[in-house]
């Protein structure tokens, strides 16, 4: 079973910039697809970005140009870096995890956008 921590969420202010951080308890070259989605308040979970092994990368176009995803294989840890941010960012974030027919996800950190 694949474990996944998220960090790097708080409050900032619109405009400023946050990097999401999500380490896993295996080797993520072997895992697959990883991703960050995220779920706002009465929302539905949505799908922010995701990033295969072999580092193609898709975004959501309220994210594309202000949203980075990035994996490192030696830390095993996959990144959300999150420039420009709006206050229609906030959200809890969670880290996805596809291995195989399993997806695994974090516990989630909040990030909150406002002035």
């Known amino acids: 079973q694949v474990q996944l921590v998220e960090s790097g969420g708080g409050l900032v202010q619109p405009g400023g910039s946050l990097r999401l951080s999500c380490a896993a308890s295996?080797?993520?070259?072997?895992?697959?697809?990883m991703g960050w989605y995220r779920q706002a308040p009465g929302k539905e979970r949505e799908l922010v970005a995701f990033i295969t092994s072999g580092g193609r990368t898709n975004y959501a176009d309220s994210v594309k140009g202000r949203f980075t995803i990035s994996r490192d294989d030696v830390e095993n840890t996959v990144y959300l870096q999150m420039n420009s941010l709006k206050p229609e960012d906030t959200a809890v974030y969670y880290c996805?995890?596809?291995?195989?027919?399993?997806?695994?996800w974090g516990q989630g950190t909040q990030v909150t956008v406002s002035s």
């Open positions: 996805n995890a596809v291995k195989g027919a399993f997806a695994y």
């Open positions: 295996e080797s993520i070259f072997s895992i697959g697809a």
